[in-house]
């Protein structure tokens, strides 16, 4: 593929905040999603309409979403695991919903208390209500190429749920490496599996930096054909159900690497390097991103 537009879908409120010790405030969330949105970033994921016992960091996101304006042209997607968070997504204005299941039993069971088949069954009321607004929709594959409780997983698992995704409506796949596992050659494997089947336009690459692979992971996804890439600002966050998991790959370092390349994205570096100290010192932690810490010290 040659096309060298590259989309990035913000995680940084969403992913990078449910896995930050810190719970911050709506209006401190609100500040963070619009200093993104100056940064030219269209695709900004917003909260997560899920159990406030679960996961307590994305709690009021119903109020998050009721300050943002989403007629301004960008994009705030968030996560409905039922009907019950997508009933109240849309009744604060979301237009983006995603879904979100797992390659792995086990994992789904850890995450959203059920199998993956139930998950499905759970999703299809979900996605036939988003269509029926004419909503954007999007499923998450967690555990892509490795799980915390069972270790590799095969593509083929992967390719079963994902093309399970996009009959209940799905217009996009992420693929989720929650805990950062993937390696190049494992990347290569699964995308070859993947887009043997489904179309490269509607994958996304969703990874997770723990073992310092995203990078390489996103240069062999790129050659693949993919062209959306999730990242957070200052590689926030993790996930609370997969202990050890460090944050998604830093949007900075994957803008630094697509500048490189001369692959477009709309989005300023410097930017995102000041909105990510800005976040941090509200954290009370220092940036992930390498890029981020770079750049700041110039
Ligand atoms: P459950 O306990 O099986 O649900 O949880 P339930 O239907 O039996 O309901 C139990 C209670 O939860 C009830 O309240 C419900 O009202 C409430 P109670 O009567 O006990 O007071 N409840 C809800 N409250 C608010 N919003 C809702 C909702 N649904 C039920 N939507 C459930 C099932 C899915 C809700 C739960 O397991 C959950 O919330 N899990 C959180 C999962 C999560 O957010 N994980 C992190 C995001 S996924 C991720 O990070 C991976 C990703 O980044 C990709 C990757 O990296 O791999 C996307
Ligand atoms: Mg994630």
């Given at each position: 593929r040659?096309?060298?537009r590259?989309?990035?879908v913000?995680m940084?409120?969403?992913?990078g905040?449910q896995?930050?010790?810190?719970?911050l405030?709506?209006?401190?969330?609100?500040?963070?999603i619009?200093?993104?949105?100056?940064?030219?970033?269209?695709?900004?994921?917003?909260?997560?309409f899920v159990?406030?016992?679960?996961?307590?960091?994305m709690a009021?996101?119903?109020?998050?979403l009721?300050?943002?304006?989403?007629d301004?042209?960008i994009?705030y997607?968030?996560?409905?695991?039922?009907?019950?968070?997508?009933?109240?997504?849309?009744a604060?204005?979301?237009?983006?919903?995603?879904?979100?299941a797992?390659?792995?039993?086990s994992?789904?069971?850890k995450n959203?208390n059920?199998?993956?088949a139930?998950?499905?069954?759970?999703?299809?009321p979900?996605?036939?209500?988003?269509?029926a607004?004419?909503?954007r929709?999007r499923?998450?594959?967690?555990?892509v190429?490795?799980?915390?409780?069972?270790?590799p997983?095969?593509?083929?698992?992967?390719?079963t749920?994902?093309?399970?995704?996009?009959?209940?409506?799905?217009?996009?796949i992420?693929?989720?490496?929650?805990i950062?596992?993937?390696t190049?050659a494992?990347?290569?494997q699964l995308?070859?599996v993947?887009?043997?089947?489904l179309?490269?336009e509607?994958?996304?690459?969703?990874?997770?930096?723990?073992y310092g692979?995203?990078?390489a992971?996103?240069l062999?996804?790129?050659?693949?054909?993919?062209?959306?890439?999730?990242?957070?600002?200052?590689?926030?966050?993790g996930?609370?159900?997969?202990?050890?998991?460090?944050?998604?790959?830093?949007t900075?370092?994957?803008?630094y690497?697509?500048?490189?390349?001369g692959l477009?994205?709309?989005?300023d570096?410097d930017?995102?390097?000041?909105?990510?100290?800005?976040?941090?010192?509200?954290?009370?932690?220092?940036?992930?991103?390498?890029?981020a810490?770079?750049?700041?010290a110039?």
């Amino acid at each position: 593929r040659t096309d060298d537009r590259v989309t990035l879908v913000e995680m940084g409120p969403r992913d990078g905040l449910q896995n930050e010790a810190a719970a911050l405030t709506p209006a401190v969330r609100v500040e963070l999603i619009r200093r993104l949105a100056s940064t030219g970033l269209t695709h900004i994921e917003a909260g997560a309409f899920v159990s406030p016992k679960w996961v307590p960091q994305m709690a009021a996101s119903d109020t998050v979403l009721s300050s943002l304006d989403h007629d301004a042209g960008i994009r705030y997607p968030v996560l409905v695991p039922n009907m019950k968070g997508f009933e109240t997504a849309r009744a604060v204005g979301a237009r983006d919903v995603s879904v979100f299941a797992a390659a792995s039993e086990s994992f789904s069971r850890k995450n959203i208390n059920c199998s993956i088949a139930e998950s499905l069954e759970r999703f299809r009321p979900v996605c036939e209500a988003a269509r029926a607004e004419g909503m954007r929709l999007r499923g998450y594959v967690s555990c892509v190429m490795g799980c915390p409780y069972e270790g590799p997983i095969q593509p083929q698992a992967v390719l079963t749920v994902s093309r399970a995704l996009m009959e209940l409506g799905c217009e996009e796949i992420s693929l989720g490496d929650t805990i950062g596992t993937g390696t190049p050659a494992a990347t290569r494997q699964l995308l070859a599996v993947l887009a043997d089947e489904l179309p490269v336009e509607q994958l996304a690459a969703h990874f997770h930096d723990t073992y310092g692979q995203a990078l390489a992971n996103l240069l062999v996804a790129l050659e693949a054909g993919v062209r959306v890439i999730d990242a957070s600002v200052a590689g926030l966050g993790g996930c609370p159900y997969a202990k050890g998991a460090s944050g998604n790959v830093g949007t900075e370092d994957v803008l630094y690497m697509l500048n490189g390349m001369g692959l477009e994205t709309g989005v300023d570096l410097d930017g995102v390097v000041d909105v990510g100290a800005w976040i941090c010192e509200h954290l009370g932690r220092p940036p992930a991103s390498k890029a981020a810490r770079a750049l700041a010290a110039r």
